[in-house]
């Protein structure tokens, strides 16, 4: 199965993954200066999220996953800061 790309306009909580929250459609992008792009594996599972200001990357999240589908290690980046790695 291939990725799945989809659009969210913010998130809420502070656990990870992130819970993205506000559902845009690809169109609305062109009306938007912010949101993030969520890419969810065949599984369903949330792998990849980056933040989009003005069409740069803000933030980025990446997601891995144990064989039973638990969050195992989360890498986050910010800005042009050095990734913090975090694992479960």
């Known amino acids: 199965m291939s990725d799945t790309l989809r659009y969210f306009l913010t998130y809420r909580g ?35 999220i980056d933040k989009r200001v003005y069409g740069d990357i803000e933030m980025q999240h990446r997601y891995d996953y144990d064989a039973d589908g638990r969050l195992w ?7 042009e800061d050095e990734p913090v790695v975090r694992t479960f």
């Open 14 to 48: 502070a656990g990870l993954p992130l819970t993205l929250t506000e559902e845009l459609a690809e169109a609305d992008l062109r009306h938007r200066n912010t949101w993030f792009e969520a890419r969810y594996n065949g599984a369903g599972q949330l792998v990849a």
């Open 73 to 79: 290690r989360a890498t986050v980046t910010l800005g």
